[in-house]
């Protein structure tokens, strides 16, 4: 085990000398980052091998990224966000959460998804968090028992969701400084961030944004209300200032997919400063979603295709929920890599798929994980061998249905609760079209090994 004592010291070196030269003395850091790594299966080895391929490659897309994130954000932030991420979420954490995997035999997660409120400033045509109402919240005691359960099982990453979590920032910046070994980021429309907020932010320093947009102002203001294109702006203008990192949440569809991921789009965010944008396929969740919202396998195929092009081309790190799975062996819920909590305090195994048996007030986190709909999760996944066709709902529905009718779990939904028979039946016909395009892709994918 690693102890968090020598972490700190070392860290402190290897950044004076980051500080001076960060492109002559990166490839230093990393060297110190093997030391204390080590080898094996806990090691991170390919990652590392990776990131070392990136630093010494001046031409690597990937590495004018990282150059910008040493000049474009605060150092003592930057110092946070490697010891927390990079260090405990991952090199310190894993082994601890690969002990307990094998312990208990069930999933634990690397990150914890909850939401800390249900109520939101804005009124998003479409938002599946609206079906749970605006008056539930977790308390400060239950969040901060969250996390304290999540560190005793080494995870250090968590992540909020809503809702609009800022609705509770005080809570939260309270709740970084209480645990401020952890990293905590946030899906956010960002209308509730002001200076004040951002001051909090640069002084924990381990709170990283991310923000909602549609697009450019009209699909941005036609989703979530008039004006909320220029309070993002501005939002984002103050972040910048004030040196503090956040990235960009996109959720496309058959509508706006083009739009989201062109490279108009992508300069602007690079100018606006945002270091990564995650990408989320629409999923037809809730029982007044649109299933013509759901890309066409054309406009999948293109997606998978365009966010590779992103990576290799801009400065901006892009990542895709669903067309990644490939890289992290397919579904990564039901604690298998996270987990979702509502403002209800039902364990649901998805952010987006909305069953239970348990709930985190009336049942520890490592008893749920161990609770029927959990272990489901952790038998059955993969739940394909093809990871283009990752999910239990979107690409294998007769999966979800099945666990969820065989270990009696109940939906979440508590304004509108949906059937599991009535969500899946939405997707199957996308699941068959789907299917050829996501095998010739894993194909050749797989031959170009």
Known sequence: MISKTLTTLGLKTAFHYIEKDPEKNLPKLMEWVDKLAGTGPDSFEPQRDAFRTVINDPSNNMYRLIMNIFRDVDNDVLKATFQNFFLNANII??????????????????AILLDPTSACNLHCTGCWAAEYGNKLNLTFDEIDSIIRQGKALGVYMYIYTGGEPLVRKKDLIALCEKHSDCQFLTFTNATLIDEA???DMLRVKNFIPAISLEGFEEATDGRRGEGV???????????????????????????????????????????????????????????????????????????????????????????????????????????????????????????????????????????????PLFMAYHDGQPFNGNHLLPCPMLENPELLRKMVHDTGAHSTDLQSPETVDHLCDKCVSYAQCWKPEADRLWDASQADK
């Open 229 to 371: 294109y220029e309070k993002v702006l501005r939002a984002m203008s103050i972040l910048r200032e004030k040196k503090l990192p956040f990235g960009i949440s996109a959720c496309y569809t058959s509508q706006n997919l083009d739009s989201i991921s062109s490279d108009e789009f992508m300069d602007k965010l690079v100018e606006w400063g945002a270091k990564f944008i995650w990408y989320f396929h629409y999923m037809p969740v809730g029982n007044d979603a649109v299933p013509a919202l759901l890309p066409s396998p054309r406009q999948r195929e293109a997606m998978y295709r365009r966010v590779r092009e992103i990576r290799a081309a801009k400065p901006i790190f892009a990542m895709d929920f669903q067309n990644d799975g490939e890289y992290v062996g397919g579904c990564i819920a039901g604690g298998r890599r996270y987990l979702h909590i509502n403002a209800n305090g039902d364990v649901d195994p998805c952010v987006f798929i909305h069953y239970s048996n348990c709930n985190i007030r009336e049942t520890s986190l490592l008893d749920c994980l161990r609770s």
């Open 93 to 110: 954490g894993w082994p601890i959460q690969e002990k307990f995997r094998a312990e208990y035999n069930c999933n634990i997660p690397w």
């Open 197 to 199: 907020f951002a001051d």
